[in-house]
């Protein structure tokens, strides 16, 4: 697995999230703004609600370029095969479904790339998997919270 490719990967698809999310709020700002949305009297709501989403998008911006940044910071590690799972760690495994690959990371929980046709999942210490996941070594069995007892076996870490 080249961890570079998929942090490059992971790196990109952050600054994408987060040029979509900026045209967004631009978008919204200019209908909070636009001379058209001014009310008319006190039940013309639509300059309001135009408002709400442009604040909305706002945030969203700033929890985009928080995580861009956070992400920035985490180390291009190489776990070795004794060593605990923690952050910044490629984790295949394997159950009666198949294999599964995971990358343990502090930002972007659920979205999925592929990286040298390899399908990888972004899971946070926060999410069921991602605690299940930390603190574990290669080999181990663990039991997914939440999926009705399913066990996954860690058959590689990077």
Do not use: W
């Not at 967004?24 to 408002?51: F, I, M, P, R, W």
């Not at 999942?121 to 299940?132: E, N």
């Amino acid at each position: 697995m080249d961890k570079q490719a998929l942090f490059r990967a992971i790196e990109d698809s952050l600054r994408e999230r987060l040029a979509v999310a900026e045209r967004s709020a631009l978008q919204a700002y200019e209908a909070a703004t636009h001379e058209e949305n001014v009310a008319e009297n006190k039940y013309d709501t639509l300059g309001l609600e135009a408002s709400y989403l442009a604040q909305g998008q706002a945030e969203r911006v700033r929890e985009y370029q928080a995580d861009l940044q956070r992400f920035a910071k985490l180390p291009l590690k190489v776990f070795a095969a004794d060593e605990a799972i923690g952050l910044g760690a490629v984790v295949r495994t394997y159950n009666q479904d198949g294999e599964q690959v995971y990358f343990l990371s502090p930002v972007a929980g659920g979205l999925r790339l592929t990286v040298d046709g390899v399908c990888i999942t972004l899971v946070t210490p926060s999410s069921p998997v991602g605690q299940a996941l930390l603190g574990a070594e290669l080999g181990d069995e663990i039991i997914l919270p939440g999926e009705a007892g399913r066990v996954i076996e860690i058959t590689a870490v990077y």
